[in-house]
């Protein structure tokens, strides 16, 4: 929900970055505040996903230049563990399989961790279980989930209900999450979504990475930001969204590269 | 890499020398034995890394220095003991440097299983005894086993009657205690047909002392015997340990292991499976988790010489700081040994830079109609994954932990005895955690 008055939670000038040498981010800017849903959409290779892990701080991504501030600190000092307990989550479009950790124990230890770093009380596993039941509830997942080794042999659907559950736990104030509508059904779409919705509050925000519309039916944005080849080119509210459904996204880089020829 | 050094021959006599004027037994196998391995033993060298077996395991560590047998039991305090002590077994044999200790010991008996000191169950075991001991880890040509061959008086003999299932696992527990002490504890497990028995040997040390053990563990498995032989080496950090295992499957018997490599300065397990029958069925699992400078080398061969059978193998190696592990497993299929079915994996993770890993599987198949796959894999910690768990909060170090952990659980959830499990867990979690 846009408000006027709002505190800026991320300030983003001019970002770039690198993956493997190559030159991915081109200078990206973006403001949000609290209370406000964006969606980050582009084709893909635009730098959609390279811009969500390199706000996580992916050590594969590599800043090259401009500002990341954080609640009016710079995030980019932070290693990644150190965003996750300001909170910072990225929901991941490809959840990591850790054989032979159970799901239980893997939700405990981050719980704890970020609950230890906040000052608030660490549950010892009894207690954990009980309170990540009623987590799940949200997100119909069934406990045994809790038994299995983290994401090992889930189905994408799954993966992606954890990834939620993750962020139901941790309750981060900025909220990435990458592509978290890929490879979910009807069904899982609406579970999940309806998960993120509950979770979306004044005082947090939430960065949606995707490259349909669909999910946007859901979960309704405030912003939608069209990034191409690295750069933010357009933004508007959500009716952007159905206009890049209808139209595709060639239009939005054509008229960017026009105005910036025109610039020129 | 260091030159190949020619063992002094004056160390085998050193170790011989300190053999005490064993009584002799009125077992007369066992004074023949000894008699016979004595012979062998200066007929024998020590191995050097010329030899293709021992080609990563440099013993002159060993043979710099001199080991003599506990002379004087150590009054220690049965109290001292206690951390050792696995709550799920029924029936403790505890060997003290190698000496059986009567008081720290604790038999029950049950269902005539037989867990017993060697020369105090020698008359009612004549047979079995004679039968087995020393015959399936043969000492002609390997001096370690000649060695605890001519040291032979003191050991652990278990005998599971036919058709009876230990309903608890059987715990032998090796405890050092003395610096510059050398042991040679002795294993004879016989499973009779139609038996069952999980039997756990454990090598423990009261402290972090420098002594050197040399065991020779043989187990038999008649017709239909379920054995699960759990081994956990937990020796001191400067400790020198060389065992040798023999197992013999009889038709359709199953033998499951578990060997957990914690100790030592220098460690080498050598296992030999043989099939001696048809659908004999063998599952072989080993971990080694070393640091600093340890060397750990394990060395198995599962002999398949008749038809019908399986072998299962997973060894896996966490090696950090300067260590070095090395794996050899060895698969032989002989002619006529067709529907055989095998797989073997070793899998090793390297925590530093300066830690190294050299595995090696080795198939030799002469049959035909056989199933026989392998592989093995040499790599690091998955970025991906340590990024995952980070982006979750947990520190780097606490990621990198949890994974190494991960990796070894595997190994560790296949043992059968809950608080040997968590122990294990726990020093697992210990381990990494000292990880630079």
Same mark, same amino acid.
């Given at each position: 929900m846009i408000r006027q008055n709002s505190k800026v939670l991320l300030e983003v000038r001019g970002l770039t970055a690198t993956v493997n040498g190559i030159e991915i981010l081109k200078g990206v800017d973006l403001t949000v505040r609290s209370g406000e849903v964006h969606a980050l959409m582009g084709p893909n290779g635009s730098g959609k996903s390279t811009f969500a892990k390199a706000l996580a701080g992916?050590?594969?991504?590599?800043?090259t230049g401009g500002t990341v501030l954080y609640e009016g600190k710079?995030? *980019? !000092?932070?290693k990644p563990e150190e965003r996750a307990r300001a909170g910072v989550f990225l929901g991941f479009q490809y959840p990591v399989e850790i054989p032979g950790v159970a799901n239980s124990q893997f939700l405990r230890l981050a719980y704890n961790t970020v609950q230890a770093q906040r000052g608030r009380d660490e549950l010892d596993p009894l207690e954990f279980d009980d309170y990540v039941r009623e987590k799940m509830k949200l997100l119909e997942m069934s406990p045994d989930f809790l038994d299995?080794?983290?994401?090992?042999?889930?189905s994408g659907g799954e993966k992606k209900r954890n990834e939620i559950l993750q962020m139901a736990l941790l309750e981060p104030r900025l909220a990435i999450l990458d592509e978290?509508?890929?490879? *979910? !059904?009807i069904d899982a779409l609406r579970v999940v979504a309806g998960g993120i919705n509950h979770l979306a509050t004044s005082d947090n925000a939430i960065v949606l990475v995707t490259?349909?519309?669909?999910l946007l039916n859901y979960i309704v944005p405030d912003y939608v930001h069209v990034i191409d080849s690295g750069r933010i080119v357009k933004t508007g509210g959500k009716e952007l969204a159905h206009e890049l459904e209808t139209r595709g996204y060639d239009w939005v880089g054509a008229e960017s590269r026009a105005t910036a020829k025109a610039d020129a | 890499m260091n030159s190949p050094r020619a063992v002094d021959t004056g160390y085998l006599e050193d170790l011989l020398a300190g053999?005490?004027?064993?009584p002799a037994s009125p077992l007369a196998r066992l004074n023949t034995l000894r008699a016979k391995a004595v012979d062998r033993v200066g007929v024998l060298t020590v191995p050097t890394i010329r030899d293709e077996d021992w080609r990563?395991?440099?013993l002159s560590p060993l043979t710099r220095l001199s080991f003599q047998p506990a002379r004087t039991p150590v009054r220690a305090d049965p109290a001292e003991f206690?951390?050792?002590?696995?709550?799920?077994?029924?029936n403790r044999l505890v060997f003290v440097d190698g000496v059986h200790s009567p008081e720290l010991s604790s038999v029950?008996?049950?269902?005539g299983l037989v867990v017993a000191n060697l020369p105090a169950a020698g008359a009612a075991h004549a047979a079995a005894i004679e039968r087995h001991l020393a015959r399936h880890v043969e000492f002609d040509d390997n001096v370690f086993a000649a060695l605890n061959t001519a040291f032979l008086h003191d050991g652990a003999l278990v005998v599971v009657p036919r058709?009876?299932?230990?309903?608890a696992p059987v715990h032998l527990l090796f405890v050092a205690t003395q610096k510059g002490a050398a042991s040679y504890p002795r294993c004879l497990l016989v499973a009779e047909a139609g038996s069952a028995v999980t039997v756990i040997e454990d090598y423990v040390a009261l402290q972090q002392e420098t002594y050197f053990t040399n065991a020779v563990t043989e187990i038999v498995l008649a017709d239909s015997a379920d054995v699960h032989h759990i081994r956990v080496?937990?020796?001191?950090?400067q400790a020198f340990h060389i065992a040798n295992c023999a197992v013999s499957l009889a038709h359709a018997s199953r033998y499951r292991s578990v060997s957990v490599t914690l100790g030592a300065r220098i460690s080498r397990y050598d296992l030999n499976v043989v099939q001696?029958?048809?659908?004999a069925e063998c599952a072989i699992d080993g971990l080694a988790l070393i640091g600093e400078r340890q060397l750990a080398d394990t060395h198995t061969c599962i002999d398949?010489?008749?038809?019908?059978g399986t072998s299962r193998q997973l060894h896996k190696c966490i090696a950090g700081g300067a260590a070095h592990a090395v794996f050899n497993g060895k698969i032989v299929v002989h002619p006529?040994?067709?529907?055989t079915d095998s797989s073997q994996s070793s899998r090793n993770l390297l925590l530093t830079g300066k830690a190294r890993v050299d595995t090696k599987p080795q198939l030799e198949i002469f049959a035909d109609d056989v199933k026989c796959a392998h592989g093995a894999t040499v790599g690091q910690l998955d970025g991906d994954a340590v990024f995952y768990l980070t982006s979750r909060g947990l520190s780097d170090a606490a990621a990198r932990n949890l994974l190494t952990y991960a990796f070894g659980a595997e190994i560790i959830d296949?043992?059968?005895v809950a608080s040997l499990k968590h122990w294990l867990e726990r020093a697992v979690l210990e381990q990494t955690n000292r990880q630079p």
């Open positions: 992916h050590p594969a991504y590599v800043v710079n995030l *980019l !000092d932070l299995r080794s983290v994401n090992e042999g889930f978290t509508d890929s490879g *979910l !059904d490259h349909y519309q669909r | 053999q005490p004027q064993l990563f395991t440099d206690e951390r050792f002590h696995i709550a799920e077994a029924a029950d008996g049950d269902c058709e009876v299932a230990a309903a080496q937990r020796d001191s950090g001696t029958a048809e659908g398949h010489a008749k038809a019908h006529g040994a067709q529907r296949r043992i059968p």
